[in-house]
Nanobody
Framework: QVHVVESGGGLVQAGGSLRLSCAAT??????????WAWFRQAPGKEREGISC????????YYSDSVKGRFTISRDVANSTLHLQMNNLKPEDTATYYC????????????????????????WGQGTQVTVSS
């Protein structure tokens, strides 16, 4: 079982930056033995997978919508996932969620070029990001 709490969201002007964090509390669950990911959901839209990091921490994936602007990272010692968001745009406005998946999920994401929400679990309440123009 894993319980996550996302934080770091807020209101920022276009072109600004935010750093999101996801603190994971695990019982019979090893933080560094899973694929970790960030999803986001804008009002009226489906949840979108935007970035994930492999169980080893050596490989990352980004959707085209955030590639070159967002950076995913993890702090294994503190069981925390981060998302550094730079050059934010109004279309980045959404609630951001972190989630975990089996280690082999990253390979699937790489092969298909898409993150499937059903492959991930441990969803938190999310953190709201609002980007003003």
């Amino acid at each position: 079982q894993v319980h996550v709490v996302e934080s770091g969201g807020g209101l920022v002007q276009a072109g600004g930056s935010l750093r999101l964090s996801c603190a994971a509390t695990t019982s019979d669950f090893s933080f560094d033995d899973h694929t970790w990911a960030w999803f986001r959901q804008a009002p009226g839209k489906e949840r979108e997978g935007i970035s994930c990091i492999s169980w080893s921490g050596q490989m990352t994936y980004y959707s085209d919508s955030v590639k070159g602007r967002f950076t995913i990272s993890r702090d294994v010692a503190n069981s925390t996932l981060h998302l550094q968001m730079n050059n934010l745009k109004p279309e980045d406005t959404a609630t951001y969620y972190c989630a975990a998946a089996a280690p082999q999920t990253f390979t699937t994401v790489q092969r298909l070029g898409v993150m499937t929400e059903a492959d991930f679990g441990g969803w938190g309440q999310g953190t709201q990001v609002t980007v003003s123009s």
